[in-house]
């Protein structure tokens, strides 16, 4: 949960979204992540994304910066590709 006030959000025209899952039974759940890990998965999300640890974060941090950066960077603390 994020605890803030939505307002500074509308000011800027930004959309809060996300999925909540945990409140669905198990079995509808499951198939609704199969699905979008299946027919429903994005085919360019591999463009789009990419991840880092936390020792290449900087690096991709510094690309963001000289506007070389496209897309979404998920950081993945802890862990090696």
Not at 18 to 30: K, M, N, V, W, Y
Request: charged fraction near 25%; include cysteine; charge should be negative.
């Amino acid at each position: 949960s994020i605890d803030t006030t939505v307002y500074p959000f509308l000011l800027r025209g930004v959309t809060l979204a996300g999925i909540d899952s945990a409140g669905c039974p198990t079995e509808l759940r499951d198939s609704l992540w199969n699905r979008l890990a299946g027919d429903w998965a994005i085919p360019q999300l591999d463009e789009i994304t990419h991840e880092v640890t936390l020792e290449e974060l900087g690096a991709s941090i510094e690309m963001m910066r000289e506007g070389q950066h496209v897309g979404r960077t998920i950081v993945r603390p802890g862990e090696r590709k």
